[in-house]
């Protein structure tokens, strides 16, 4: 079974920065794409970015330009570097890491993780 292991979030006041990490417990070999989701009280959980295992970046149009995607492919570690920090970037930010072991295909997410921006 895959696991993922999430650094802690954190409190942060506007237009600073953090940065989250998402280990996972599988060769990056049969990993496809690993990737961040975050979901706001109230809200549906939303895609904030994702990264393919041939390094192609997909972005939130509202992360675009403050947020990058990067991976470590012999840890198989997901980051995630936020900048300029909104009040409305907060929410649980969520890992996913989705590819294929032994013929059979997964698709897990972690246990989320709480980033607050304060304003």
């Known amino acids: 079974q895959v696991q993922l292991v999430e650094s802690e979030g954190g409190l942060v006041q506007a237009g600073g920065s953090l940065r989250l990490s998402c280990a996972a417990s599988?060769?990056?070999?049969?990993?496809?794409?690993m990737g961040w989701y975050r979901q706001a009280i109230g809200k549906q959980r939303e895609l904030v970015a994702t990264i393919t295992s041939g390094d192609g970046t997909n972005y939130a149009d509202s992360v675009k330009g403050r947020f990058t995607i990067s991976r470590d492919s012999p840890k198989s570690t997901v980051y995630l570097q936020m900048n300029s920090l909104k009040p409305e970037d907060t929410a649980v930010y969520y890992c996913n890491v989705k590819g294929r072991l032994f013929g059979l295909q997964y698709d897990t997410w972690g246990q989320g993780t709480q980033v607050t921006v304060s304003s």
């Open positions: 599988v060769s990056a070999f049969s990993i496809n794409a």
